[in-house]
């Protein structure tokens, strides 16, 4: 058994090492665009009036770890409306898209998934903001950077601490992955995650929930070893929005507010995601 745990540690080792390179140019391009976007980014969202949704969707398609954040802030301080909040958080995918591009998995797969989350992230966030009409309070700024993930060290270092986080992630997802695979057969862990089963996206949207970019990690890395259906990591990731939720609760007094955000998000995530399988 020992034996067994050591091979299969050894093995997933390697099988993240080799994508490691991979995730360091992903993550360094990604450091590019969010130093020379995530400025512009906020005042395009700050300005965008009534096609907040819109923008918004398309903007969190951008990998910038710490724009679901920056919105947050900004509904939070009554600058965006609640439509647009919703439209960033189902189109960000926060670590998803680094390790779909690392693993070499299909550009049309990924391109699949992008564009499913743009439309969905628009067409939902028009909808909640004719449903839902914010009223402009007093606006402070004093939290809008306090949650940034912005790092001050330069791009270089800021990509190799942020390649070494998710590396470490994606080896201790592999191996436990790996793990469960080998102990049990890969019928029955598809079945703990309901991978044939309409009510997939019900448990993986409450994984997509957790406020970590951990939960992006686990759903992509069940996805790419076929133990999730495509539907229900449609629906991981539509609901998950990397630390965004964690930053609405510290600094969102509306503890009614806050959960009937929680609820719509898991319910256009789950619902989606049914719709995927169905169709």
């Known amino acids: 058994m020992i034996d067994e745990v050591i091979h299969i540690f050894l093995h997933s080792l390697k099988d993240s090492l080799k994508i490691l390179p991979f995730l360091f140019v992903a993550f360094l391009i ?159 862990v598809s079945s703990i995650f309901l991978k044939d089963s309409i009510f997939g996206p019900f448990v993986i949207s409450l994984l997509g929930l957790i406020p970590n970019c951990a939960s992006s990690v686990i759903i992509t890395e069940l996805f790419l070893n076929n133990a999730i259906s495509f539907g229900s990591l449609i629906a991981g990731l539509l609901a998950n929005s990397g630390m965004a939720l964690l930053v609405l609760f510290k600094y969102n007094k509306n503890l009614k507010e806050n959960f009937m955000i929680l609820g719509i998000l898991y319910l256009i995530s789950v619902v989606s995601g049914m719709v995927i399988m169905l169709f």
């Open 30 to 188: 990604i450091e590019l665009i969010e130093h020379k976007f995530s400025k512009k980014s906020k005042k395009i969202i700050e300005n965008s009036g009534k096609f907040g949704p819109v923008v918004g969707a398309f903007l969190g398609l951008i990998p910038q770890c710490g724009f679901s954040v920056v919105a947050t802030n900004l509904y939070v301080t009554r600058i965006l409306s609640l439509g647009t909040l919703i439209s960033i958080y189902l189109a960000t995918s926060d670590e998803m898209l680094p390790i779909m591009i690392s693993n070499n998995i299909d550009i049309t797969i990924i391109l699949q998934v992008l564009l499913i989350k743009l439309c969905i992230g628009i067409f939902f966030g028009v909808l909640i903001d004719l449903l839902f009409r914010n009223k402009k309070t007093s606006v402070d700024y004093s939290i809008c950077d306090e949650e940034n993930c912005h790092c001050e060290e330069g791009i270089f270092v800021s990509t190799l601490k942020h390649t070494f986080h998710i590396f470490v992630f994606i080896f201790l997802v592999n191996f436990a992955i790996s793990l469960v695979m080998e102990t049990l057969e890969s019928s029955l």
